[in-house]
């Protein structure tokens, strides 16, 4: 990981996730250059986003990951859970059937990351009150039964894109300072000073143990 | 008669008169006695008595003699009063007559002197007027230095004409005294006609300049024109007018200049004319690029000497602005060719360096000349170029990953990524060496490789878990070894580093699993992290025996570290993703094994002789492994 040129404290992953067409890559997009991206092509194994942000005075890099959504690039995204501290969980107001892949989803995530992760649902597109196929109440109800923290928010006008970011990002700066994330240790914590490169760890491997272990 | 007696006493006296007197000494008697003595020549009687007559005679002679003598003498006294009369009289009358021309002259004198002190005052007048004429008027040789003799149209113009045109403006300046000295209207007169002379002076300049000023390369005539568009500062309209003359003039020479050296080159065809290389692109938009750039200055160096005695403060602005428009006759025929160039497919590369060669160009012309056509056509056709050079690079790119190729056995990048590599390299050593080159190459970067990670994934999504990893942790090894020799490449380069590393994760994971399950590891590990209050050595599969057999296993495995790896661990291009992966997955095993340890150890878990079991600490094991 080579520590750019500019200060800052700790670098926290992000992976973007969700079904195909809820605009995760716009929401990445919206975030990282401010714009709304019209065209946005489907994402073919992942892209990948930087911005530096500001936490309780601490500088922190997101290192965001933006997965494909759709089913047959399934084997490379999964390489990118791995040491994830945030897990943006995406899915339309307007399609229930993103909503309905959500449990799977984040089957998917609790296996593939480490327990501290933080998981923040995001219900897109809620510019489109009109063609709404999905209640907030009920979202909420969802997330709040999962533990996951929740927003609507609007890729198109930025309304809580940057909130979404910011508050995972807190959530996660939070878990560092009450040592629930053990930076040392770090295994599968996913932040590290920039001063030391060395990777992260030998993370998890859930294939054989099906439940992760090590730390 | 001196002897005559008589009376006595008279007598007497006389006598003695007589007798006294002494004859000799008496001149008179002397004198009669001597006149006597000449006729009285004998004494005799007779003659004593014819004395008396003869005496008498004699003096009656003389008498007579005497009395005709007075008689002419009388007669030519009298012509004489005559004539003295006469004259008196003329006198008179010429006394009058100069008393007449007397009294006449008075008044001619009195008129002379009067015309005479006119005179002097007139004399003046004249004096004054000459010297004003002299001073507030122009002279016939300065008349003819402005408009010329006779009515010809084409009056030339030579320094006498500025000398006479720096007179009229000096008399307009001087004209000033003159109000000062109360002549309102004398001044004011004065100065229009000053004025008519200066504008009739400026128009025959103008047009004398605009007909002449393409000619200020020649010699003889730079300076005249150089003063005469100094002079024509004054009236800006006819400076412009000239400059704009000038600019029609020389823009068209420039276009006739140029479509010569693109088609008949120079001189008996050397250089030969730049379209017989128009079938190499680069060749000829350099050689196009190249004459312009050599043409300018040209053009600059004469406007400037046209310009050379102005003082008007935006002379820059107007050089500059003269400049532009002088180029912009070349600007068409020069975007006709390079459009046409873009058109004919080329290799990216070929275009690439028309890029960076009209990028150079623009830069070199910008310092001669801003703004204008010239500018805005190369900015334009700049911008074109690299639009169609990234079109076209991205057109070979997806050529060459139309197909999507299975990945090859060995799990290298496949031969179009390697190629498509190489075409990076090629285009980032040229990008890097060029003007604008952090933008360009970025742009070629990410033109590149933003197709061939897709199609890279693509490649990789249809494999299995542990051969997707290794493909891809080649591919962008390979990517990023070839990204890593250039500047500006970090954003690139952290997002391959952070990808390989999510790679090296998937395949840790993989070889983690691979050695648990050939090491029978799977069992035991799964009891050390479900295990309840019972002692462990009760439990089965964690007899000590099994346990030894564990250990003798990882001994043999730090032997021999490559036994029992995956054999796609091999297939990683870079020796260094190897060793992480391996380092990563033994420590894996190490820390399964310092749990195992503990455990054994741990009196609850009721071990006989837990050292005997597992002989070696974790750390000694860990260094077997370093």
């Known amino acids: ?129 009109a063609q709404r196929d999905v209640t907030y109440e009920e979202a909420s109800k969802f997330a709040e039964e999962n533990g996951l923290l929740f927003v609507e928010a609007s890729a198109k006008t930025g309304d809580n894109v940057e909130e979404a970011f910011l508050e995972t990002a807190k959530k996660i700066y939070q878990s560092i300072q009450d040592g629930r994330l053990d930076l040392n240790a770090a295994e599968s914590g996913v932040q590290h000073k920039p001063s030391q490169p060395g990777r992260n760890n030998l993370s998890n491997d859930q294939q054989a143990n099906k439940d992760n272990c090590a730390c | 008669m001196i002897t005559e007696p008589d009376k006595e006493h008279v007598l007497s006296k006389r006598m003695y008169k007589i007798l006294e007197s002494r004859i000799e000494n008496d001149q008179d008697t002397i004198e009669a006695l001597r006149e006597l003595s000449t006729f009285y020549t004998e004494n005799t009687l007779q003659a004593r008595r014819n004395l008396r007559s003869q005496i008498e005679k004699r ?33 008179q009358d010429m006394t009058l007559q100069l008393q007449n021309a007397k009294s006449q002259t008075k008044k001619l004198l ?42 010809k149209r084409d009056v030339p113009i030579t320094f006498d004409t500025f ?36 504008e009739g002076a400026l128009e025959v300049i103008y047009r004398w300049t605009q007909s002449h000023c393409r000619n200020v390369d020649n010699p003889d005539l730079k300076d005249i024109l150089a003063q005469a568009m100094a002079k024509l500062q004054d009236r800006m309209v006819f400076f412009k007018y000239v400059i704009e003359e000038y600019c029609i003039g020389r823009r068209s020479f420039l276009v006739g200049e140029f479509l010569n050296a693109l088609t008949k080159g120079g001189p008996s065809g050397n250089p030969a004319p730049i379209e017989t290389r128009a079938h190499d692109a680069q060749i000829y938009v350099t050689d196009m690029l190249v004459w312009i750039n050599r043409a300018i200055p040209i053009e600059k160096q004469n406007l400037q000497l046209l310009v050379t005695s102005c003082t008007c403060e935006n002379l820059d602005e107007i050089v500059n602005d003269a400049l532009a428009n002088i180029c912009e006759g070349i600007c068409q025929p020069l975007k006709i060719r390079i459009e046409k160039i873009l058109i004919v497919p080329t290799q990216a590369a070929t275009l690439y360096a028309v890029v960076n060669m009209l990028r150079y160009y623009k830069k070199c012309i910008n310092k001669l000349v801003k703004g204008g056509q010239l500018e805005d056509t190369l900015t334009e056709l700049l911008e074109k170029s690299e639009q169609v050079f990234l079109e076209l690079l991205q057109q070979q790119i997806n050529g060459l990953l139309v197909r999507v190729e299975a990945p090859p056995r060995d799990l290298s990048p496949t031969s179009a990524v390697s190629h498509l590599l190489a075409v990076l390299r090629d285009m980032l050593s040229t990008a890097s060496m060029s003007e604008g080159r952090e ?72 070889q983690a699993s691979s050695l648990v399950a050939n090491l029978s590891l799977g069992p035991i590990y799964t009891i050390l992290q479900d295990h309840s209050q019972d002692a462990l050595s009760g439990v089965p599969g964690m007899e000590p025996s099994n346990l030894r057999n564990f250990l003798l296993k990882l001994t043999n495995l730090s032997v021999q570290p490559d036994s029992i790896l995956l054999p796609q661990i091999n297939l990683l291009l ?53």
């Open chain 2, 439 to 510: 933008t360009d190459m970025i742009k070629i970067a990410n033109a590149v490789l933003e197709p061939l990670l897709r199609a890279v994934n693509e490649q990789a999504a249809r494999l299995p878990p542990t051969d997707m990893a290794v493909y891809l942790l080649n591919c962008m090894y390979s990517m990023y070894t070839c990204l890593s020799m250039y500047e500006f490449m970090e954003d690139r380069l952290e997002r391959l580093q952070a990808q390989s590393d999510a790679q090296i994760d998937t395949l840790t994971s993989e």
């Open chain 2, 110 to 151: 009195q008129k002379t002197s009067a015309l005479q002190e006119e005179k002097v005052k007139i004399e003046l007048h004249q004096d004054i007027t000459s010297s004003f004429l002299k001073s507030f008027q122009l002279q016939p040789e300065d008349l003819v230095a402005l408009y010329g003799d006779g009515h």
């Open chain 2, 163 to 198: 000398r006479a045109l720096e007179k009229v403006q000096e008399i307009h300046s001087n004209c000033k005294i003159l109000m000062k000295a109360g002549l309102q209207t004398l001044a004011l007169d004065t100065m229009e006609q000053m004025t008519q002379h200066k």
């Open chain 2, 574 to 626: 870079s020796s260094k993703h190897k060793k992480s992966v391996q380092k990563r997955s033994f420590a894996l095993l190490l820390a399964i094994y310092k749990q195992l340890y503990e455990a054994v150890h741990n009196p609850a878990n009721q071990y006989d002789n837990p050292s005997d079991i597992l002989s070696k600490t974790p750390e000694e094991l860990n260094s077997m492994f370093e």
């Open chain 1, 1 to 129: 990981m080579s520590a750019g040129p500019y200060n800052y404290s700790y670098i926290f992953k992000y992976i973007i996730i969700g079904d195909m067409g809820v605009g995760k890559s716009c929401l990445l997009h919206q975030f990282t250059e401010k714009k709304f991206m019209a065209d946005c092509p489907h994402t073919i194994g992942v892209e990948f986003g930087t911005r530096i942000i500001e936490v309780s005075g601490q500088k922190i890099k997101l290192q965001i990951w933006d997965t494909a959504g759709q089913e047959r690039f399934r084997a490379v995204t999964r390489s990118y859970y791995r040491g994830a501290a945030g897990a943006l969980m995406v899915y339309d107001i307007t399609r229930r059937s993103t909503y309905n892949h959500l449990s799977s989803w984040l089957t998917d995530t609790r296996n593939l990351t480490n327990p501290s992760t933080v998981i923040f649902l995001i219900g897109n597109k809620c510019d489109l009150e």
């Open chain 2, 59 to 91: 003096s009656l002679d003389i008498n007579q003699n005497f009395l005709a003598s007075f008689k002419a003498v009388k007669v030519s006294f009298d012509s004489v009063y005559n004539d003295i009369a006469e004259m008196n009289k003329s006198i």
